[in-house]
């Protein structure tokens, strides 16, 4: 039994692990910021309005815009304009998955 256990370990492709532990880590560090957190978190329950997350969390437009900028660097939301609005989404379904996950672990249960 331990010979077959390693050689199930020798055959895993360590570059691409290297490749998932990289995305990962870089995924982590966008989230371990808390305002950029909340922000994706309101996104789960659907797109959102800047006029919207600025009311339902509180956070100054200044933050607000550079929060949001930096989601939109990495990749994390897409964004949608209708008229003078802008309209902010989720973009990947990973994320999505973290975050139902940090949910479960870490938000009361009422």
Do not use: W
């Not at 994706?40 to 969390?57: A, I």
């Not at 939301?77 to 989404?89: H, M, Q």
Request: glycine share 8%.
């Amino acid at each position: 039994m331990t010979e077959g256990m390693n050689e199930s370990k020798a055959s895993i492709d360590v570059a691409k692990m290297r490749a998932a532990a990289h995305g990962a880590t870089a995924l982590l560090r966008v989230l371990a910021n808390e305002d950029r957190l909340l922000l994706l978190c309101q996104m789960t329950e659907g797109e959102k309005s800047v006029g919207e997350l600025e009311t339902l969390l509180d956070i100054r437009q200044p933050t607000l815009s550079q929060q949001l900028g930096v989601l939109r660097t990495e990749g994390l939301v897409t964004t949608r304009r209708e008229g003078k609005r802008i309209y902010y989404a989720v973009a990947d379904p990973k994320v999505l998955s973290v975050l139902n996950a940090f949910y479960g672990l870490f938000c009361p249960k009422d």
